[in-house]
């Protein structure tokens, strides 16, 4: 059973604006930050610009619509449907580095059961490893390409990159959750399995109330969802890069 998470005021007063110094502060201690209330008229990519400049996304929008979209059914891996989401990182597959943060704010939360993001700590995970199976996770390279979902819309790309990638004195996790690499291997079936379960163990739930931000740190954290039936839910997504 997944633990709840109890949000922090980390919006300065009426200023409308992040408490951003605290904000970093709850990134680097627990990989995520979820503030609420959010103040009225709250300007969420002005305010998450001062934490990252904002990704443009697969299709060039900055900010994503996340909700379920009668083209895309249950039977593909997709956040524009109702289904379970496996934890992930980000953006894995992608060319470059993954984004630094995603952020999530609600729109309008489902009535119903179940619609939960939920979040690991994968630096806790890797931590467990075995040294010689980090260092060959670090050592091999795999080949990724866009999810069906992606395909379907024209979107192509190759990138490869390890599964665990040292960036200066920091790590990038890159934990799959479906179809985009089709050259898994023991090595990375072991992987997967044991972050599974790890997550299954650790996760916490946030159920993102309208007015409220969830933003983590996705170098770090893994990230999930769970399913839900009430199709009004409707979330907005940015991704961000780390100032530099
Ligand atoms: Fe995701």
Redesign the pocket.
């Known amino acids: 059973m997944a633990e709840t998470v109890s949000p922090i005021d980390l919006t300065a007063g009426s200023t409308a604006e992040l408490d951003l110094p605290r904000v970093k502060e709850a990134l680097a201690r627990d990989g995520y930050a979820y503030v609420r209330p959010v103040p009225e008229g709250f300007d969420y990519v002005g305010q998450l610009s001062r934490l990252g400049a904002p990704i443009p996304q697969f299709d060039g929008v900055v900010v994503r619509e996340v909700r379920p979209e009668s083209s895309v059914d249950n039977s593909v891996y997709s956040?524009s449907n109702t289904r379970e989401?496996m934890p992930?990182t980000?953006w894995f597959e992608y060319p470059g580095n993954p984004p630094r943060y995603?952020a999530l704010w609600c729109v309008r939360q489902t009535e119903g059961p179940g619609g939960e993001t939920t979040l690991a700590d994968a630096y806790e995970f890797v931590d467990r490893l075995a040294p010689d199976e980090r260092r060959r996770l670090e050592a091999s390279v795999y080949p990724w390409t866009p999810s069906a979902v992606l395909q379907r819309l024209g979107i192509r790309f190759e990138a490869d990159h390890p599964l665990l990638e040292p960036v200066g004195d920091e790590l990038i996790v890159r934990f799959p959750c479906d179809d985009r690499c089709d050259s898994f291997d023991a090595l990375m079936d072991g992987y997967l399995a044991r972050g599974r379960q790890f997550f299954q163990d650790h996760e916490i739930a946030v159920r993102i109330e309208e007015r409220a931000l969830l933003v983590w740190d996705n170098w770090r954290m893994m990230?999930a969802r769970h399913a839900f039936t009430d199709r009004v839910r409707h979330l907005r997504r940015v991704l961000l890069a780390e100032h530099v």
């Open positions: 956040a989401l992930h980000e995603v990230h």
